[in-house]
């Protein structure tokens, strides 16, 4: 009888362990859900970061023409800046209406 009793209560105690240990692993605050959120996070910043490499060697590569070919630079202050060289008139056409 004594042995029935002991018996049961280390059955008891560790399916009690057990269900505290899986409760931690997979709700806590390191458990599985968690490193699940974290991991899409970081590919959510893994694709921020080759995006903006991206974007870095893009602006690069216009550094570089800006560097080498005069009309370049050129192009980019009259577009981008909208600037003229002096006594030069700049013509607009405007749409037909119709």
């Known amino acids: 009888m004594k042995r029935n009793f002991f018996l049961t209560l280390c059955l008891c105690a560790l399916i009690g362990e057990c269900?505290?240990?899986f409760y931690y692993y997979f709700f806590g605050a390191h458990g599985?859900?968690?490193i699940q959120e974290l991991q899409t996070q970081q590919?959510?910043?893994d694709q921020a970061v080759s995006e903006m490499k991206a974007e870095v060697a893009g602006l690069e590569k216009q550094l570089d023409d800006f560097k080498k070919?005069?009309?370049y630079k050129e192009k980019i202050?009259?577009?981008q800046l909208q600037m003229i060289k002096?006594?030069?008139v700049i013509y607009k056409e405007s749409p037909i209406p119709g």
Request: hydrophobic share 30%.
């Open 86 to 88: 002096p006594n030069e």
């Open 43 to 45: 590919d959510a910043l």
């Open 32 to 34: 599985y859900k968690k």
């Open 69 to 71: 070919y005069p009309y």
């Open 77 to 79: 202050i009259r577009e």
């Open 19 to 21: 269900s505290v240990f």
